[in-house]
């Protein structure tokens, strides 16, 4: 169970990286030029490999929620709770942040409407961030061991 916890714990700490990038990024991105945006942009080729990390943070949370639902019931519910939220982090970025992605082919096309797509992925992001920080909290509470 202790490899576990901590592999679920570790798993949703790489997740925030990421997401707590594009939170720390967006004050000075909202503000920058068109041409600098789109170059700023460029640097996230390659990141959807974060999606796989992603994946195995939700199934990591389910597996603790499962391990752990007779042995302590409600540090169970916090292990069910990460994978939920990282789930709902996954609709976000479907909703908010993959279609300006599309729309603008990963920002290498500036159509007319780039700073609503701009605004759409930035808080699309911000979301993440706040979704997978709330599921970090919540498998650390899962995991976390009282004295009997």
């Known amino acids: 169970m202790t490899v576990l916890r901590t592999f679920a714990i570790l798993i949703t700490v790489l997740i925030v990286i990421p997401s707590g990038t594009h939170l720390f990024e967006m004050p000075a991105k909202l503000h920058l030029e068109r041409d ?25 949370n389910l597996a603790l929620f499962l391990a752990e639902r007779r042995r302590e019931p409600s540090k169970s519910f916090w292990a069910l709770c990460a994978a939920a939220l990282i789930g709902m982090s996954l609709l976000v970025f479907f909703v908010w942040v993959f279609p300006a992605n599309q729309a603008t082919s990963n920002w290498t096309v500036k159509p007319d409407n ?35």
């Open 36 to 60: 600098t945006y789109f170059a700023v942009q460029g640097i996230y080729a390659g990141w959807a490999w974060f999606g796989a990390p992603i994946i195995i943070a939700v199934l990591a």
């Open 114 to 148: 780039w700073e609503d797509l701009r605004r759409q992925w930035e808080y699309g992001h911000a979301a993440v961030a706040l979704l997978v920080g709330l599921a970090l909290a919540s498998v650390t509470l899962a995991s976390v061991r009282r004295k009997r």
